[in-house]
Nanobody
Framework: QVQLVKSGGGLVQAGGSLILSCAAS????????MSWFRQVPGKERVFVAA????????YYADFVKGRFTISRDNAKNTVYLQMNSLKPEETAVYYC????????????????WGQGTQVTVSS
């Protein structure tokens, strides 16, 4: 059983930056592909970015390409999401997730989820 604990959300102005982190425990972190999703109340949880177990491969949703960077530190069992040039419409609860599959992008392909952290982008 993998537990995922996130930190780093908060309030930022449009155009600003935030970094989210997600620390894993209870499993072998390097076995898992990791990802970030986000969800607005009343809407589906959507894929944002994923990184392979080694960190050698990444995949991004089109709407964050060039602005967000996902990375991981297997020695610290932590995955990060650097978010730049944030937009008000990106206000959401952000979730990290772990999967045994290779760079999955579908919610159903993920085995473990963090509790979610609020990111609010003011205009």
């Amino acid at each position: 059983q993998v537990q995922l604990v996130k930190s780093g959300g908060g309030l930022v102005q449009a155009g600003g930056s935030l970094i989210l982190s997600c620390a894993a425990s209870g499993g072998t972190f390097r076995r898992y592909a990791m990802s970030w999703f986000r969800q607005v109340p009343g809407k589906e949880r959507v894929f944002v970015a994923a990184i392979s177990w080694s960190g050698g491969n990444t995949y991004y949703a089109d709407f964050v390409k060039g602005r967000f960077t996902i990375s991981r530190d297997n020695a610290k069992n932590t995955v990060y999401l650097q978010m730049n040039s944030l937009k008000p419409e990106e206000t959401a609860v952000y979730y990290c997730a772990a999967s045994m599959r290779t760079l999955p992008t579908l919610r159903v392909e993920y085995d473990y989820w963090g509790q979610g952290t609020q990111v609010t982008v003011s205009s």
